[in-house]
């Protein structure tokens, strides 16, 4: 059930990304609850709403999450610090020199537990201020939804360089925001992914640095001694492993990693 909550919280906070070219809808009713049953998603019923007006039924709205469903992957870059993660281990393994080693799986399952840990906090604000309500019939979709988003984009907004921001407000032809409550989604998110981009490939310029370094000592020796036919690449990845391994670079970097969301 609590699976099943956290699945529900994510369809539900992609619902602001529809609002940007989708009409307002009317509020739904939702059908009283038998004696007995469980709190859960309110069941909807095509009702006659003054002036014509049609509500949604359970399967319309079931097609629509569905519909949803398959913009999970981008709620996931733009709204979560899965970005800078992956993009961190990516060039860690360049750095290293080992191809495929960690896999691409292996990155990519790191990347999302890593992911749910940094966003555990703002996970459980959102469940609390509009998840919960929404289930429990004490707040409506219209408002559970911008509540549920709240958090995420005060996440986004946090991590979210001025200059960036300003650049999307100026896109945007909005003025100056007087407080983060003011800025709206489609201006929030492409300055958070801007500034995650440039703060990943900071991040990975410096993980080059030591590991380049060994490089260029090791091929410097081999010239000096006349082998030029052997590659520096092969004789420089054992150390480059060994010094990741000495200085216990995982624990530095996922530590370091975890740590840049929350000063």
């Not at 966003?119 to 289930?135: I, Q």
């Not at 200059?163 to 300055?191: C, G, I, W």
Request: charged share 10%.
């Amino acid at each position: 059930m609590k699976s099943l909550r956290w699945i529900f919280l994510a369809l539900l906070l992609m619902c602001p990304m529809l609002l940007w070219a989708a009409p307002a809808m009317p509020q739904m009713p939702s059908m009283p609850q038998m004696p007995g049953s469980g709190s859960g998603i309110p069941v909807l019923t095509v009702q006659n709403a003054p002036g014509g007006a049609q509500n949604w039924t359970l399967s319309l709205q079931l097609l629509a999450l569905m519909t949803v469903l398959t913009l999970l992957p981008a709620v996931l870059l733009m709204m979560t610090s899965f970005t800078r993660i992956m993009i961190v281990l990516g060039f860690l393994r360049q750095a290293l020199g080992t191809q495929s080693t960690p896999s691409n799986q292996i990155l990519l399952g790191l990347s999302l537990f890593l992911t749910l840990f940094v966003m555990s906090p703002v996970l459980n604000r959102a469940y609390t201020e509009g998840v919960k309500p929404y289930m429990d019939g004490q707040m409506s979709a219209e408002l559970a939804v911008p509540a549920a988003a709240a958090p995420f984009k005060h996440f986004m907004l946090d991590q979210t360089r001025d200059a960036d921001l300003q650049l999307f407000t100026h896109l945007a032809n909005e003025k100056p925001y007087a407080s983060k409550d003011d800025v709206p989604f489609r201006v929030a998110m492409p300055a958070f992914v801007t500034s995650e981009l440039k703060t990943a490939f900071q991040m990975g310029f410096l993980l080059f640095i030591p590991f380049l370094i060994i490089d260029l000592v090791v091929a410097s020796v081999l010239m000096s001694m006349g082998m030029m036919m052997v590659s520096p690449t092969i004789i420089s990845l054992p150390f480059k492993i060994m010094l990741f391994v000495l200085v216990d670079g995982w624990t530095l970097l996922l530590g370091t990693l975890a740590g840049s969301f929350y000063t």
